[in-house]
């Protein structure tokens, strides 16, 4: 998926740029990677415009969320019903896209590999039913991920 992005910027590289999303990665060591896509992305007064956010991969068995916002990701740089592309050129002269299309890339990944119906993170979130040994460690054993939607600092 990354891999396209930053070869959809390379050909695209008028209007889109790829970053980071943090400095920090994943849990399990993935980064988190975003396009901006925005006419003349490289001008000072392209980062001016209103930003519209798109994300998607949030609930890691939800396939299909990705692949829609890398159809959009296509559509916005011209590449998917190419007789729309016309269309596009004002919104990109009018606003910057920053588009994430996989916010959960742990949990994703840990579909593919391990259990297709995962929804959450991967980073560990404490003891099962709270119950601890006397030495410290989990009873039961330790409890996996967080609703990546619902683990905002501002709710």
Same mark, same amino acid.
């Given at each position: 998926?990354?891999?396209?992005?930053?070869?959809?910027?390379?050909?695209?590289?008028?209007?889109?740029?790829?970053?980071?999303?943090?400095?920090?990665?994943?849990?399990?060591?993935?980064? +988190?990677? %975003?396009?901006?896509?925005? &006419?003349?992305? !490289?001008?000072?007064?392209?980062?001016?415009?209103? /930003?519209?956010?798109?994300?998607?991969? +949030?609930? %890691?068995?939800?396939?299909? &969320?990705?692949? !829609?916002?890398?159809?959009?990701?296509?559509?916005? /740089?011209?590449?998917?019903?190419?007789?729309?592309?016309?269309?596009?050129?004002?919104?990109?002269?009018?606003?910057?896209?920053?588009?994430?299309?996989?916010?959960?890339?742990?949990?994703?990944?840990?579909?593919?590999?391990?259990?297709?119906?995962?929804?959450?993170?991967?980073?560990?979130?404490?003891?099962?039913?709270?119950?601890?040994?006397?030495?410290?460690?989990?009873?039961?054993?330790?409890?996996?991920?967080?609703?990546?939607?619902?683990?905002?600092?501002?709710?």
């Amino acid at each position: 998926m990354y891999d396209h992005l930053d070869a959809a910027a390379a050909r695209h590289s008028d209007k889109a740029e790829t970053f980071n999303l943090t400095n920090m990665s994943t849990y399990e060591g993935r980064k +988190i990677q %975003a396009i901006r896509i925005t &006419s003349n992305v !490289t001008s000072p007064a392209s980062r001016e415009r209103p /930003l519209v956010w798109i994300d998607g991969g +949030i609930h %890691a068995r939800e396939w299909v &969320s990705p692949a !829609t916002v890398m159809y959009l990701i296509d559509s916005l /740089l011209g590449e998917q019903e190419q007789g729309r592309s016309d269309d596009v050129t004002p919104l990109l002269e009018k606003f910057q896209f920053v588009v994430a299309p996989c916010i959960n890339s742990d949990g994703y990944e840990y579909t593919h590999q391990m259990d297709r119906l995962w929804r959450k993170t991967r980073k560990p979130s404490g003891c099962k039913n709270k119950k601890y040994n006397w030495f410290g460690g989990c009873f039961f054993r330790t409890c996996y991920g967080a609703d990546s939607n619902r683990n905002w600092a501002t709710h």
